[in-house]
C-alpha cells in the first residue's frame, strides 16, 4: 500500500522559517514526481511545487516561487519543502502527494496517492 506522511509542520511568526518533510513508505519515491499542495478553510487545495524523480526539474507556483525550496533525497525515500519568509497567508494544511513521472505541474487530478497533511500557521 502506497503511503505518503508528512512531517515538520507547527506554528511559526512571519519571516520564520519551516522545513516539511514527506516520507514514502511501501514504494520507492525515485519513480514519482513528488507535488507539494496546501489548502486553506474555505478555499480549493493548491498546487505550490512539483519536483521531478530525479531532481532535476521543478516547478514552483508563482505564490511561492524565491520563498520555497523543493528537494528530494531519493536514497531516504523523502521530499522535503524548506519554506522561509513565511507569511500569515500561508497559514494551511500542507499536503505531499504523489504523480506520474510524466506530470510537470501541480495539478491536484495529476496525482493519486495523498498524504494526510500537516497544520502550518503563520502567526505572531
Known amino acids: 500500500q502506497l503511503q505518503l506522511v508528512e512531517s515538520g509542520g507547527g506554528l511559526v511568526q512571519p519571516g520564520g522559517s519551516l522545513r516539511l518533510s514527506c516520507v514514502a513508505s511501501?514504494?520507492?519515491?525515485?519513480?514519482?514526481?513528488i507535488g507539494w499542495f496546501r489548502q486553506s478553510p474555505g478555499k480549493a487545495r493548491e498546487g505550490l511545487s512539483c519536483i521531478s524523480p530525479s531532481g532535476d526539474n521543478i516547478y514552483y507556483d508563482d505564490s511561492v516561487k524565491g520563498r520555497f525550496t523543493t528537494s528530494r533525497d531519493n536514497a531516504k525515500n523523502t521530499v522535503y519543502l524548506q519554506m522561509n519568509n513565511l507569511k500569515s497567508e500561508d497559514t494551511a494544511v500542507y499536503y505531499c502527494a504523489a504523480g506520474s513521472p510524466l506530470v510537470v505541474v501541480p495539478v491536484r487530478e495529476f496525482f493519486n496517492s495523498w498524504g494526510q497533511g500537516i497544520q502550518v500557521t503563520v502567526s505572531s
Open positions: 511501501g514504494f520507492n519515491l525515485d519513480g514519482y514526481v
